[in-house]
């Protein structure tokens, strides 16, 4: 059984990894990182990557996902969610809330990178999302058609 005592702080020691399974990320709490963090390497973030499918890594820089909804208030209801998850784990997202979708960009502003509390974060979200988020429903409009 894998515990959260098992894993390192965002900033390890000397030699210890800084990648933790993705079966519990959603449930840690990541201390923010200063600006002498390194930004994960490809070979750290590949493993990461794998377990959000929904998320798009944009240039090894930050993590992207695009959420369907079926108008502008359910896309500003759905950020306003977000935002409370993001403000309780003190790590903010980029939000573009536009009618119909919910764009999602998540990065360490400190160091212009991704860190593994990008990934907390983003696993965080998902749970907000749960798993039908994602699709386009047919709005109330063309459904009454």
């Given at each position: 059984m894998i515990r959260r005592a098992d894993f390192p702080p965002c900033e390890p020691s000397e030699g210890e990894a800084r990648i933790r399974p993705m079966s519990v990320l959603s449930k840690l709490k990541c201390p923010p990182c200063s600006g002498?963090?390194?930004a994960l390497t490809a070979g750290e973030i590949a493993p990461l990557a794998k377990e959000l499918p929904s998320w798009e890594i944009v240039?090894?820089?930050?993590?992207?996902?695009t959420v369907a909804t079926e108008e502008f208030v359910d896309a500003l209801a759905l950020a306003t969610r977000i935002g409370?998850?993001?403000?309780?784990?003190?790590?903010?997202p980029d939000l573009l809330v536009a009618y119909g979708r919910l764009g999602i960009d998540?990065?360490?502003?400190?160091?212009?990178?991704?860190?593994?509390?990008?990934?907390?974060?983003?696993?965080?979200?998902?749970?907000?999302?749960?798993?039908?988020?994602g699709k386009r429903r047919?709005?109330?409009k063309s459904a009454k058609r």
């Open positions: 002498s963090t390194p240039a090894g820089h930050h993590l992207h996902r409370r998850v993001a403000e309780k784990a003190g790590h903010h998540i990065f360490t502003h400190k160091i212009d990178g991704l860190t593994t509390g990008d990934f907390i974060l983003a696993a965080k979200i998902d749970e907000v999302l749960g798993p039908a988020r047919p709005s109330k």
